[in-house]
């Protein structure tokens, strides 16, 4: 991936993190959302942007809501970013904070489990 598709990678983090935030949708709005990554085409016909929601439970529903939004947030994105051809737009949920959790929480237990056979030694 060349240097100029990580610059556009990272401006479209930071402008669809603005924008999401500009929101007007309650369900958007009692909720933390942050925009984790964002991986473009060579092209720039496709921009898949992860977003992680910290209410779990309210996830999917931010998610359908911020994808029910895509064309706002695209034509807004086109006013923001300066290049001629803004990408497509497409909404995942990025489970990789809750996964790096769950590692710890395993790495935790082997050290605590470790710390407890040392112990009986």
Same mark, same amino acid.
């Given at each position: 991936m060349g240097n100029r598709i990580l610059k556009? *990678?990272?401006? &479209?983090? /930071? &402008?669809?993190? +603005? &924008?999401?935030?500009? @929101? *007007?949708?309650?369900?958007? !709005?009692? !909720?933390?959302?942050?925009? +984790?990554d964002v991986k473009t085409t060579e092209d720039l016909e496709i921009s898949k942007i992860y977003i992680s929601v910290f209410n779990k439970d309210n996830q999917d529903e931010v998610l359908n809501q911020v994808k029910h939004s895509? *064309?706002?947030?695209? /034509? *807004? @994105?086109?006013q923001r970013l300066n290049i001629r051809k803004v990408p497509y737009l497409e909404?995942? @949920? !990025?489970?990789s904070i809750e996964y790096g959790a769950r590692i710890d929480a395993v790495i935790e237990q082997i050290n605590e489990s470790r710390k407890a056979n040392e112990d009986e030694n």
């Open positions: 556009i *990678n990272s401006e &479209i983090q /930071k &402008i669809v993190g +603005t &924008i999401i935030e500009e @929101l *007007n949708n309650p369900v958007i !709005d009692n !909720d933390i959302v942050c925009v +984790t895509a *064309n706002f947030i695209r /034509k *807004n @994105l086109a909404f995942y @949920l !990025d489970n």
